[in-house]
């Protein structure tokens, strides 16, 4: 494990927790180790980490795919406010349906990354 996927599987497990306030990390050249741990919770296992990691990385890719569908939801309110002003109401109510449906994306996105 690398410490970039070291330190998403010790934000998904320890939401709260601050770095390097809380965990601190330090490569030596063998692989990242956890240097500093203040937290109440048990340090987690390699073993503990591993397991976290698919988890940590699916919710780090929705989240970035909720922040790339907002900034296009975004756009998408600006053009229907340009076609509002401008009379065009044709293509107003076509941008209203393309924001509809990324609305209900983010939804779904959101949704499944909810835990059951």
Known sequence: MNS???ALALRHLYPTARMPEDIALADDGTGPQIVGWTLPDPQPTPEELEAALPAAQARAAAQTDLTETQAMLDERYRMFNRATASGNVEDAAEIQ???AELLAYIQEV???AQPA
């Open 110 to 112: 959101r949704n499944a």
């Open 4 to 6: 970039t996927d070291m």
């Open 97 to 99: 349906g393309e924001v």
